[in-house]
């Protein structure tokens, strides 16, 4: 028996702010959740399991969340999965329920991702002194700032290219409601007036700190069909290698490279540049967007900065990138791989709204973690996959 | 559904792991064993999952510098749960039963004595209207205990008969790290813990780690003369909240089993019973009857290594198939206070 | 170590109203669909789902419904003596709560008995403003004052935690080398690359590193960044560089800090050497090495580096 074709048939997201002092952890779950459900039409009890990704415990003060926010998610009564692969982990997790579906267990399964991080302060989180090792990081901005330098000196890119995603995503994320910062008046200018945070990193080139939560219902092909715009699922790929290893290439992940490569066989792209329609790629920099595009494949290596120069990412362009603003406008960090791979599928639904690239029928959602070793990825369309 | 089978298993306990909170040194032998069952090597295995917890090791992404252990590059098709590696087993039987890999090989690891483990778990309970009491796991597993008790489901005597039991089987288990019969009587004459449970009704304090391998079809029979093929695997969640469930029953565990298929035929149980009147618990919820053998391996009471025990608990039943010496066995898991959630893997001689 | 962090956390407006009572000194429940009162209230009712939205205020006494005896409490237990957490059923409520019970000896609680709330004078909104003890039937006769004005929205909950840490033995020669003024490598037996620290597994190959290499304290900076932010628990004083830097003889960078040269001239590919601190100083760790230094020598060549980017 082979894989059952899936679809995502309900989306749900919060709004995403600084600060979600109006709810609980449970409150700002059941935000995303309410909506995915209302948009799929189903009531939680028709729901056979929930897949719940975040980020580290530590960002919340607390162990397994999951397990005290059962009941208020329904989950209770019902299998329960917690996903952790650090910063691609909302993405994993839609994978994971993706196969549940696909394995033939289940029908529906409700998947959701949050982070509430003003419970806590990210930097300290990430940064807690571990002996034996020099405390020169100062969060993730000072893990891959350097990372950043390597890839500019390697691409011979131009500077400000960092500057130019930024004001891409600022201003697509004026078009979505759900967005974090709504920074109007955003330019590539402005952008370099900002402070140096982490040189080269800018700090309007920077992600900022959400609270937010996402969740999608997956559903199995008969389910599926009854609806009016799934999202197909076309194929889903994760790959993972060491923090540091001797001669990792920390630029071009090799596991980014692999997890694409596998991506595009498994879908039957041949020419991905030419083939996804829009994408939605997890950059918390900008200078990732470039990095990301040779990674993945749409451009040759030390070329992504050209398309990203020649404006062919923005709107409108050739391969529209982070339509909803990216990580860029909105992080809460265990749930910014899903709101990647959510923003796909919204996109091949045709229900992006303001930030919808017309026609889009395939479209790339793509989440990576840790010190860029974890990724995963899934091609979603508007059409079944033929196998 | 694919035929999936329990193909390789190996595990270190001790009381105090004398290492680094991402165990990857102790991971290296586990993994070299596993490949040595099976006679694979690292390019055998089509998908890994794991299993741990960041509170457990004192910082976030302790995960991350496991999977050295595996050797990463080039890349791997990898993925990781913070729950026990039981859960971990599951999502690559899924991975398995969706075409896209043949084989896979899980693993759990942990640290608990990195920090005091019954203060650690009490992050896992309700951050609002629980953990600022501190109310640490034990203490919860004595409340269960006690209505147990009050409601005549189980005595005393019962607890102690299971702790017995379980700790005279664990004198043939090399990894114990708590082991030696004694009566029930003797028992029952020592100090009371945390009332109505004595030291030896919970489980010690335990560092481990353990992997199982995963395959399909030929690539089972290739790896494993007689593989443990899972007829029937599924897990379920009940609330945390101690209010708002029966804690003398385990919702979640019954339903587990139904969705597994049941447990009719079982010979050989491995249950993950970190407290001894919770055997009990789950003896009933599991439907196991007077003639299932029970925790051969000493169970929790005799080691229990967080976030790998449930898994063990999968990979000491499937032995019992391997051997020969059962046709069909159930290995459980759990997690969460008070059998919150519970996994059940049905495994087959024959598929 | 301890990891110790006072998390900020927002209510929501079920928790909210529960904890508001609780600092006003009075035991809030909610009502579920099917008209069981429950303490403390679910945010959402476990059956239907909804929020819950309607609230009861009940006495403080109640029923033990199960107990248990804390003989050997841990930190931040509510009494800071052995004590009963119980299973208590408030008055009034269908489902129990759990809370800390004040009583002396295992020999004054039971299953059944009777308890009313002892409420703290101080109360700021939290399940520690009250403990239960045993209910003679004599409640205090004058009413608790409420506790504030404001509803509470949003609470301090500190967690820390300490946690003993050890490394792998491959890391503990390295430590060892360093208190000793060295730095110690491993080659891996498999692909040879020189690690530093040493490592329990190769991230390569999977096998522990094992042949010692002493390093030179000498090296190229193959990339870094300037850091201008101040962050909480940081540990060096912005700005600084920090760098990866590739020992002469080491396949892997380590990463430190680079001074004794303004920021802005730090360069990839720049030769440094370590400054060690004062030998007296010096413990088991990477910071016996204050920082690098540049040695003036010409940079390295991007060839001889771009391997390690
Ligand atoms: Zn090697």
Known sequence: MGKIPAAVIGIGQTHHRAKREDVSMAGLCREAMDRALEDAGLTLDEVDAIVIGKAPDLFEGVMMPELYLAEALGAAGKPLLRVHTAGSVGGSTAIVASSLVQAGVHKKVLTVAFEKQSESNAMWALSVPIPFVMPVHAGAGGYFAPHVRSYIRRASAPSHIGAIVAAKDRNNALKNPYAHLHNEGTTVESVLASQMLWDPIHYDETCPSSDGACAMVIAAEDVAKTYEAPAWIHGTAMRSEPTSAAERDQVNPQAGREAAAALWKATGITDPAREIDCAEIYVPFAWFEPMWLENLGFAAEGEGWKLTEAGETAIGGSLPVNMSGGVLSSNPIGASGMLRFAEAALQVRGRAGEHQVDGARRALGHAYGGGSQFFSMWVVGSEQPAN | MRDVAVVGFAQRQMKDFDGSPSMAELLVPILAECYEQTGWAKKDIGFWCSGSSDYLAGRSFSFVSAIDAIGVLPPVNESHVEMDAAWALYEAWLKIQTGEVDTALVFGFGKASAGVLRRTLTLQLDPYTMTPLWPDTVSLAALQARLGLDAGLWDEAALAEVVNRSLTDAEKNEYAVRAGGSSVGELLARPMFADPLRKHDCAPVTDGAAAIVLAAGDRAREANQRPAWITGIAHSSDGLHLGTRDLTTSGSAQRAAAAAGGTDGVQVAELHAPFSHQELVLRSALGLGDDVALNPSGGALAANPMFSAGAIRIGEAAKRIWDGSADKVVGHATSGPALQQNLVCVMEGRN | ?309
Not at chain 3, 142 to 168: H, K, M
């Open chain 3, 1 to 309: 170590m301890t990891v110790a962090f006072d998390y900020t956390r927002s209510t929501g407006p079920v928790i909210g109203r529960f904890l508001t009572g609780l600092r006003d000194a009075t035991i809030v429940g909610g009502r579920l669909g099917d008209g069981r009162v429950a303490v403390p209230p679910p945010e959402f009712d476990p059956v239907t789902h909804q929020a819950v939205t309607e609230f009861v205020e009940l006495p403080d006494t109640g029923t033990i419904t199960s107990w248990t005896w804390v003989s050997e409490p841990v930190a931040g237990q509510p009494l800071g003596k052995p004590f009963a957490f119980a299973l208590i059923t408030i008055d009034g409520a269908d489902t129990p709560w759990l809370q800390a019970v004040d009583v002396a000896s295992p020999d004054d609680i039971e299953t059944g008995m009777k308890v009313r709330a002892r409420w703290a004078e101080e109360r700021t909104g939290s399940v520690t403003d009250l403990v239960f003890v045993a209910d003679d039937g004599n409640a205090p006769e004058t009413a608790t004052p409420a506790g504030g004005t404001e509803d509470v929205g949003l609470i301090v909950t500190p967690v820390s935690l300490d946690y003993r840490y050890a490394a792998s033995p491959e890391e503990s020669s390295f430590f060892r080398g360093l208190a000793e003024g060295r730095i110690l490598g491993q080659r891996c037996p498999k692909c040879r690359k020189v690690y530093v620290p040493p490592r329990g597994a190769c991230p390569t190959d999977g096998v522990p590193t094992s042949e010692e290499v002493e390093l030179s304290d000498v090296g190229t900076v193959t990339t870094f960044c300037v850091v201008n932010v101040p962050f909480l628990g940081q540990r060096i004083k912005p700005p600084y560089v920090s760098a990866y830097v590739l020992l002469d003889g080491a396949d892997i960078a380590l990463q430190h800090l680079i001074l004794d040269i303004p920021a802005e001239e730090v360069r990839m590919g720049m030769r440094v050497k370590a400054v060690w601190k004062p030998r007296d100083e010096w413990g088991t760790s990477i910071e016996n090495i204050s920082h690098f230094a540049p040695t003036g020598e010409p940079d390295a060549d991007f060839d001889s580096y771009k391997h390690h980017l």
